[in-house]
């Protein structure tokens, strides 16, 4: 059964309304951290991967070299990232995550974790929880209809009502990164 004109045209509207809002909102959390949406998607992604060649990640990212070579160094400057030569080709270096980039990784996927649970405070958990789902199932068709896949990253599951210690995966999508990357 296939989705009606008029339907797909409310979903393309919503979907345009949900990007405007989240660009506000993003950049409200922005304001208040070191590191730019760019820099933290990159980083989110690094830790989820072994460690790469700098052309790769951009590709899996969407960035350019450019844009890439720019964040990576200021992720670098930072101790978030490290370099290393590339064993199978000595012309070229591996980029990784470092611990301390783990931890800002974290530190910041709690603190939105937080600011986001205020911003949904009228949603009841149930809610949430459909919306998640719902979000879940319109991201793997559009994943789908890319040929992409989901991309996994590792990072700690925030928990409100205790220490950061437990660790499970969470899935960003290329779509959001891509999305993520329309603020900068």
Known sequence: ????????????????ELQRVMRRVLKVFIAERELSVVQLSLLSHL????????????????????????????LEKLGFVERTPDPEDGRAQLVQITEPGRTA?????????????????????ADAARTREDL?????????????ERMTT???????????????????????????????
């Not at 990784?105 to 958990?125: F, H, K, M, P």
Request: aromatic share 2%.
């Open 1 to 16: 059964m296939s989705v009606s004109q008029t339907t797909a045209s409310a979903l393309v509207q919503e979907l345009f």
């Open 154 to 184: 590792c990072m700690p599951r925030v928990d409100p009502e205790g220490p950061r210690e437990t660790t499970s995966q969470i899935t960003t999508t290329e779509t959001a990164h891509r999305l993520e990357d329309s603020v900068q």
């Open 47 to 74: 830790a989820s991967v072994p460690a790469r060649r700098a052309k790769d990640i951009g590709a899996e990212s969407g960035l350019g070299a450019s844009v890439m070579s720019r964040q990576l160094s200021h």
């Open 105 to 125: 990784v974290a530190d910041y996927l709690e603190s939105d974790t937080q600011r986001l649970i205020e911003r949904l405070g009228a949603l009841s958990e």
């Open 136 to 148: 879940n199932r319109l991201t793997e068709i559009f994943l789908t209809s890319l040929g992409l």
